[in-house]
């Protein structure tokens, strides 16, 4: 009987009054577990990407239902054979979202459903934005949606600011949307702060949305936060690829990590590429691997 472990992406922003006291806590309860993954908890509140065995995804899901604190925590599940991360990783986070600039999270945008959202892009009346980096929009967003000229999450106020520029504030309808939601918490208040009156988020983000209204709307694949680093929507439906192989240019929607450790750069290859390279990122790369290996 072929093993099946549960993918599960998680976060709540609420007051933790010992964050640290909260770490052990968690340590505790996944000690000897078959469970990996990356948890981080903060002040501010926890946020969680994990694969784990069904019986132990479940016994964690219930254990975090029956605590007053994360009662009501939402867990996104995708289902897979093997793991999807290396190791366990439990640790005090100061920002759950490293925005480095002070933000009221309970200003932030109207929460709603995949439904809705799948209506509003029909609709036509409202601006998409995805706030997510640069590589995770590359091989996969929703049809219409506008990407920050951001590389990293920092860069979004300044951002912010610039958007006030092209919308109106007082007039534009804005959808706003990230892989898990986390993200969209911090950014929709951000843009609330700086006087958009109608701002609305993706609850439970992309994730939620594949597993409810399918691949509608939707372009290439969902870039996510594990050892899978890209996977069908719905888990499930493969689209044509729209992002294409770093060095041949061919369609491709793969993401990897160069083989040279010097280097580890994350790239899009294509089977054949990544063959005929050994897994590097280049030419060079390979090269430089191969002369050094030859000379020791």
Known sequence: MENKYLVLAYYKYVDVENPHREVMVHKKFFKNR?????????????????????????????????????????????????????????????????????????????????????EMIESGEYVLLDVRNDYEWEIGHFESAEKPDC??????????????????????KIMMCCTGGIRCETFSALLKENGYKQVYQLDGGMIKYGLEEGTKHWKGKLFVFDERLSVPIDNKTELPAISHCYICKEPADMYYNCADVECDRLFLGCDRCREELQG???????????EKNSVS
């Open 34 to 118: 078959d469970a990996l993954g990356r948890i981080y908890i903060s002040e501010e509140g926890i946020n969680g990407q994990i694969s784990a065995s069904e019986e132990v995804a479940n016994s964690y899901m219930k254990w975090m239902a029956n605590r007053k604190m994360f009662h009501d925590v939402e867990f996104k599940i995708h289902e897979h054979p093997q793991h999807t991360f290396h190791k366990m990783t439990v640790k005090y986070r100061k920002e759950l979202v490293a925005l480095k600039y002070k933000v009221d999270l309970q200003q932030g945008g109207e929460h709603v459903s995949p439904q809705k959202w799948r």
């Open 151 to 172: 590389r990293y999450f920092r860069d979004f106020p300044k951002y912010a600011d610039q958007f006030k520029e092209k919308y109106d504030p007082e007039e534009s």
């Open 280 to 290: 590097f990122c280049s030419e060079q790369c390979l090269q430089k691997v191969q």
